[in-house]
């Protein structure tokens, strides 16, 4: 058991710990002045502000969730009502 303590004590205090700090910026993707659907519209609210979505996939478990896909975001809506709004990733490429 003293070994075990003894060689324990070197290790930790035999070299310097080093640790990297990783910053994720969260809540930065896209342009913040997009108008979104807001929870609770209806699905023809949505369309007589949005438009047409590119996609309506069809609904989904129970209960009924159903997305439509515009090109920068998607709507999810809970039977007739929007519950979210997600915005698309858009990757910005760094230039050489």
């Known amino acids: 058991m003293r070994t075990a303590l003894t060689t324990l004590t070197v290790l930790l205090s035999s070299g310097t710990l080093h640790a990297e700090t990783v910053q994720i910026p969260l809540g930065q993707q896209g342009n913040p002045l997009i108008v979104l659907p807001e929870r609770g519209q209806s699905p023809a609210s949505v369309s007589a502000q949005f438009g047409e979505p590119l996609q309506r996939h069809p609904a989904v478990g129970n209960p009924p969730i159903t997305r439509w896909d515009y090109p920068q975001f998607s709507v999810y809506f ?11 990733h858009a990757p910005q490429h760094s230039q050489p």
């Open 78 to 88: 809970e039977h007739a009502h929007v519950i979210n709004t997600v915005l698309i």
